[in-house]
Every structure is written in structure tokens, then in C-alpha cells.
């Protein structure tokens, strides 16, 4: 059930735009967005909830279709800081309610 | 300070010899987790809990136990660490016990473990 992300890395430049996908072959019911630098721990951006509440990050954004069980996460003119590894997570339901699925991650590199 | 406590930070062992890494939160979060990071693989789940006394595998369960006697601890033991173990583990917790995807999950700084 581990989703699929796309792309696996991204290069940018400061002020460029990107886009980060997630799919999962499974019913999503909400979607989570985390942002992991090099050496640290992941720190949660956003999550994204069936029926279209959304919470997090003031300056990234996201979308989750729920018919095409997919998010993707939208990064506008990306600084230096925006660069990490972004993974999405999705959650276990019925018999595999408490399980968390990661995608493998998207690198994510931000050039002055 | 709300946060995820992981000790130690670095271990070096040889296999065979069991260990233990801790981990508290001071949240009071109902709902914790392990996962272990390889390169290329993400983040992969190797056991949660609940809540106190309830605990179940994630994907990787095989080698490791946990246990959760009290809510606020979740440690992790690896009775005889192979080579294969050898990986970045982090600990997170989240408020909720039904819904864990519904509230943000707080990663503790990770334990890089490696086994000789």
C-alpha cells in the first residue's frame, strides 16, 4: 500500500515553480505531506483531508482527488530552504487502521 | 518544549547483542510508531501502538519488539541485531489513537544504528 511518488528528484532554481505527485492504488481518506532535510528528523508541512479541509504550510500548497485517489504538493517560487526530501503518507483502514504508508520520497534541490 | 526524545543518537553494535533505543514523547499522544529509513526505500513502518498495552506490525516487524507500558514510552528492542538492521530509525507520535492521519506526526531526531 506504500504510495507512489513522482517525481523522484527535482532541480530548480530560486523563484521556479515544481510539482510533487502521490498516488496510492488504495481509497485515500487524507493525505500528509512532510519535509525531510539532510541528517534531521521529517517535520510535517500539511495534511490534506477527505472532503477537502486542509491544514499547514502557509507558503506551499496542495491538492488531493479523492476519485483519483492522488495529491500533489505545489511549490511556487521555491527558495533555498525549500530544499529536502518531501514525502507523502497516507493511511491504513479497516483491518490495517493505525498503519502509515510512506512514498520512497522526492529530493528536492533549490540552486541560488 | 513539545517533543520526541530518541537515545542515543549513534550506536555501534556487533551482532548479536541485544539492544534497546528509547523513545518519549511529552505530548501525551495516544499514538506511536517506529520506522526504520534505508536509502531509496522512504520510510517504512515497523511497528505503532495505539495506545498503552496495544501495539501491531507495520511493514518490517521481523527482528524487533516494542512494548508500551506507559503512554509516554515506546522503546525499541532489537533482541539480536544482524547486519541487515543496520538503518536510520525514527520514532513519532501523534495525538490521535483512531485516526493517526489526522494530526500531524512529531518525528524524534532519529538513531542511526549500525551493526558489525
Known amino acids: 500500500q506504500q504510495p507512489v511518488q513522482s517525481p523522484q528528484a527535482v532541480i530548480l532554481r530560486e523563484g521556479e515553480d515544481a510539482v510533487i505527485n502521490c498516488s496510492s492504488s488504495?481509497?485515500?481518506?487524507?493525505v500528509h505531506w512532510y519535509r525531510q532535510k539532510h541528517g534531521e528528523a521529517p517535520v510535517f508541512l500539511m495534511i490534506?483531508?477527505?472532503?477537502?479541509e486542509q491544514k499547514g504550510h502557509e507558503k506551499i500548497s496542495a491538492s488531493f482527488n479523492e476519485k483519483k485517489q492522488q495529491s500533489s504538493l505545489y511549490l511556487t517560487a521555491s527558495q533555498l530552504s525549500y530544499s529536502g526530501t518531501y514525502f507523502c503518507?497516507?493511511?491504513?483502514?479497516?483491518?490495517?487502521?493505525?498503519?502509515?504508508?510512506f512514498g520512497r520520497g522526492t529530493q528536492l534541490t533549490v540552486w541560488p | 518544549e513539545a517533543q520526541v526524545t530518541q537515545n542515543p543518537r549513534y550506536l555501534i553494535t556487533v551482532t548479536g547483542k541485544k539492544l534497546t533505543v528509547t523513545c518519549s514523547q511529552n505530548?501525551?499522544?495516544?499514538?506511536m510508531s517506529w520506522y526504520r529509513q534505508d536509502p531509496g526505500l522512504g520510510l517504512r513502518q515497523i511497528y505503532y501502538?495505539?495506545?498503552?498495552?496495544?501495539?501491531d506490525k507495520g511493514d518490517v516487524p521481523e527482528g524487533y519488539k516494542v512494548s508500551r507500558k506507559e503512554k509516554r514510552n515506546f522503546p525499541l528492542i532489537l533482541e539480536s541485531p544482524s547486519p541487515n538492521q543496520t538503518s536510520l530509525y525514527f520514532c513519532?507520535?501523534?495525538?490521535?489513537?483512531?485516526?493517526?492521519?489526522?494530526?500531524?506526526?512529531?518525528f524524534g531526531q532519529g538513531t542511526r544504528l549500525t551493526v558489525v
Open positions: 505530548m501525551n499522544h495516544e499514538y
Open positions: 513519532a507520535s501523534s495525538l490521535e489513537a483512531t485516526g493517526p492521519m489526522n494530526t500531524e506526526a512529531f
Open positions: 490534506l483531508l477527505k472532503g477537502g
Open positions: 503518507g497516507t493511511e491504513g483502514r479497516g483491518s490495517t487502521l493505525g498503519r502509515l504508508y
Open positions: 501502538s495505539m495506545n498503552v498495552e496495544v501495539t
Open positions: 488504495k481509497a485515500l481518506y487524507s
